[in-house]
Structure formats: structure tokens, C-alpha cells
């Protein structure tokens, strides 16, 4: 299958290049905070939380949503993983991964594959796809929260990173969710005349039941389904 196209949302994107965000090496060693690091990260950080209001924005307007808001909302904490992948000599075996299998259980993730060797696959009919990094773009992928708004419509993407024998790899993903003393749950628009199909639950409640379960497919969604 071909990878999915990337598209240009306009704007430019302090996209973080490695040498800016560690620093130079000689710096490293001089210096143990470097100073771009910080202002590099929040605008990197602010730029990114712009595009992922936009795209939920985007996806209230599809899904009829009349409160746009109810959407941007899952916007509104944001957090950030770094990802090193060190080179494996055992990457050619199956079982070795670099992470496991799983669906993100936030609202949005947007992901920047800082390196040019591929890692990220997504669940695709039952098999891996690969998605091959752009210098610059963003992988939008959507979240186990969004699946439950959207009552299903959106279905929450399961991906992997798998390691490269000789080279290194990076990536920053920058999750995006609701913030406490809210509630996750169907939305109204999108379950319409049917039933919902997920619980409603506080955005407490969830990262309870998140920090208690393994990092294993689509096992959020399993638990959050009403039978
Ligand atoms: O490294 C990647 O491409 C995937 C990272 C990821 O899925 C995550 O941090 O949740
Ligand atoms: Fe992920």
C-alpha cells in the first residue's frame, strides 16, 4: 500500500532539528543546559499545539459538530515524548521492537520523525505499513480519545517502531489531551440516533485506568467499549 500523503497546512513550523535541541557536542560538554534547548522546545511546543487546535477544529466541521469547542477542547494539555532508538544488531528478529504495538490513548498525537531511517509502522488489514519519514512534516495520528468522541467514526490508528541494525533513530511525539476536571465521552453529534458505543468517563478516571494498563494494542478502547 502506498503511504498515506502528507498535506501542507500553510504556516511555518519551528520544526527542531537534533543539533538544536541537544545542543553542538562541544557546547554539551561546556554547557550542561544548553541555551536553545528551552525556547526551541516552546516553540516548537506552542506551534505544534496551533496545528493540532486546527485539525480538531477541522474535524468538529466534518463531524457537525456545533460547539467546535467540544472538539479543540482535547487540545488543551499537551505533553512531549522524545524517542531514541539506538542502533540493534538483533533488529532483523521479529520480536525485537523498538516499541510495542499500541494505539496512542490521548486525544491527538503529532508526531516529527527527526531521522531519515524509517521506524514507524502503522496497522494496516492486519499487516504493518511502514510510513517513511519527510524531512519537516508532521504524522498526524489519531487517539484513542478521538475514537471515543467520535463515538467510532475516527478510529484510533495502532502503530509500532521497529529498530534499524546499524542505524540510529529519533523521534518527538507531542501528544495532545483534555485537561483534568473534564469528561471524556461520546459526543452528542456523533452518536446522533444511535447508541454510544463508549463509556463516559473523567479525564481522572482515564489516565487511572491508562497508567494501569500495559502498552498493548488497542486495549484502552477494549476497556472503554460498552458491551
Ligand atoms: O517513534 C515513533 O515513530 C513512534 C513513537 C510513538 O508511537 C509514541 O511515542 O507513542
Ligand atoms: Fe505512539
Not at 40 to 63: D, I, K, P, T, W
Not at 124 to 129: A, D, I, L, Q
Not at 180 to 197: I, Q
Request: aromatic share 6%; glycine share 8%.
Amino acid at each position: 500500500m502506498a503511504d498515506p500523503k502528507p498535506r501542507n497546512l500553510g504556516g511555518s513550523l519551528p520544526v527542531p532539528n537534533v543539533q538544536d535541541l541537544a545542543g553542538r557536542p562541544d557546547e554539551l560538554t561546556l554547557t550542561p543546559n544548553p541555551s536553545t534547548f528551552k525556547n526551541c522546545l516552546e516553540n516548537y511546543s506552542a506551534e505544534v499545539q496551533r496545528v493540532a487546535g486546527e485539525l480538531l477544529g477541522a474535524m468538529a466541521e466534518n463531524l457537525g459538530v456545533r460547539d467546535h469547542s467540544d472538539m479543540t477542547r482535547l487540545a488543551a494539555s499537551q505533553s512531549v515524548r522524545m524517542n531514541y532508538y539506538p542502533p540493534c544488531p538483533e533488529a532483523h528478529v521479529d520480536s525485537v521492537l523498538g516499541l510495542s504495538p499500541h494505539s496512542d490513548a490521548v486525544g491527538l498525537t503529532l508526531l516529527l520523525q527527526v531521522s531519515k531511517v524509517p521506524g514507524l509502522q502503522i496497522r494496516r488489514k492486519g499487516g504493518w505499513v511502514p510510513v517513511t519519514p519527510l524531512p519537516g512534516a508532521l504524522v498526524v495520528n489519531v487517539g484513542d480519545v478521538i475514537e471515543v468522541f467520535t463515538n467510532g467514526k475516527y478510529r484510533s490508528v495502532e502503530h509500532r517502531a521497529v529498530v534499524n541494525a546499524r542505524h540510529e533513530r529519533m523521534s518527538i511525539a507531542t501528544f495532545h489531551s483534555g485537561k483534568f476536571g473534564t469528561m471524556y465521552g461520546p459526543l452528542e453529534e456523533a452518536v446522533g440516533d444511535k447508541e454510544p458505543r463508549y463509556r463516559s468517563i473523567s479525564v481522572e478516571e482515564y489516565v487511572k485506568l491508562v497508567v494501569s494498563s500495559k502498552l498493548d494494542g488497542k486495549n484502552i478502547m477494549d476497556a472503554m467499549k460498552i458491551d
